[in-house]
Nanobody
Framework: QVQLVESGGGLVQPGGSLRLSCAAS????????MGWYRQAPEKQRELVAI???????NYADSVKGRFTISRDNAKNMVYLQMNGLKPEDTAVYYC?????????WGQGTQVTVSS
């Protein structure tokens, strides 16, 4: 049974930091492309960052230089370190695993950036 479980969301002030974690199970984690997406109210879900099974990473322009995606293949974990958070980063953040035309999604974790 495939599971992606996100954690680490919460309320943070502008300029603050959060670290999201995603625990994966039920599939061959190391060969999957892992990513973080987000969806703000009344907006479409958008890509935040992705990590291939190797060391290749890609980021949305809006988060470059502030967010860092990393993965631990030994622990089946993927992380998103978010620094310099802005109110426009407020959204539900979803963990995604993709490979062979298959997508798996977590349930999401809320990130709210507000003073």
């Amino acid at each position: 049974q495939v599971q992606l479980v996100e954690s680490g969301g919460g309320l943070v002030q502008p300029g603050g930091s959060l670290r999201l974690s995603c625990a994966a199970s039920g599939f061959m984690f190391s060969i999957y492309r892992m990513g973080w997406y987000r969806q703000a109210p009344e907006k479409q879900r958008e890509l935040v960052a992705i990590s291939s099974g190797g060391s290749i990473t890609n980021y949305a322009d809006s988060v470059k230089g502030r967010f860092t995606i990393s993965r631990d293949n030994a622990k089946n974990m993927v992380y998103l370190q978010m620094n310099g958070l802005k109110p426009e980063d407020t959204a539900v953040y979803y963990c995604n695993a993709a490979q062979f035309g298959i997508d798996y999604w977590g349930q999401g974790t809320q990130v709210t950036v507000s003073s």
